[in-house]
């Protein structure tokens, strides 16, 4: 089949584009405040975009807390999720009224960063310290502003639990990161195996 976008005449019960960019790592989003009060959100546009220097973004359908906070502090952390915590972000997805915690309400530990004051988890096997480099809108082929916030942070610190790490190497067996599949549709990465670029 082949259908253009732009009528989204795809004639299928559910728009398959998220499904086919997956899985999608989930960016579990901390972020304080002005006035102190502490959120946490999952979003699945999130990715790490460059190494040298360490770039993480995420986007966010429509200006959330996540990205209120973020204007107004200039910072934020970036929390792994685990299969043993694929719960509790799930429970960090409910809307909520601006300045109640999610931390609290998913039963989670916020600490404060050690670089940044946006919270982490404390209970997540990493955690990425990070400090806003670019926020926008993205522009469609015409011109016109994306409803999609993206915003993209440098990584200052990375927070990683001693039993997370096994020969040296964060132990993706043990961690088992959940992925974002399309629809209500979750992956869980442990089954994990090794390829290597071929020589020439």
């Known amino acids: 089949m ?39 959100a999952p979003y699945s546009f999130f990715n790490a975009i460059s190494d040298t220097p360490k770039l993480v973004m995420f986007s966010s359908s429509g200006r959330k807390d996540s990205v209120r906070n973020i204007e107004e502090t200039g910072e934020f952390t970036a929390n792994f999720v685990s299969h043993d915590l694929k719960d509790a972000m799930n429970m960090t997805s409910a809307p909520v009224a601006h300045g109640e915690s999610e931390f609290t309400l998913a039963g989670l530990t916020p600490v404060e960063g050690r670089l940044v004051r946006a919270p982490f988890v404390a ?74 670029r071929p020589r020439r």
């Open 2 to 40: 082949f259908y253009e976008t732009g009528q989204n005449a795809h004639g299928l019960a559910h728009d398959p584009f998220k499904a086919i960019v997956s899985p999608r790592p989930i960016g579990w989003i901390g972020s304080r405040a002005a006035d102190g009060s502490l959120n946490l």
């Open 123 to 196: 209970e997540a096997y990493a955690a990425l310290e990070c400090k806003v480099t670019e926020m926008f809108q993205p522009k469609a082929l015409d011109g016109s502003t994306s409803e999609s916030h993206m915003v993209i942070g440098q990584v200052v610190g990375i927070h990683i639990r001693e039993e997370a790490i096994k020969n040296g190497r964060f132990d993706m067996a043990k961690v088992r990161p959940i992925g974002r599949m399309g629809y209500m549709d979750y992956c869980d990465a442990g089954d994990v195996f090794e390829m290597f």
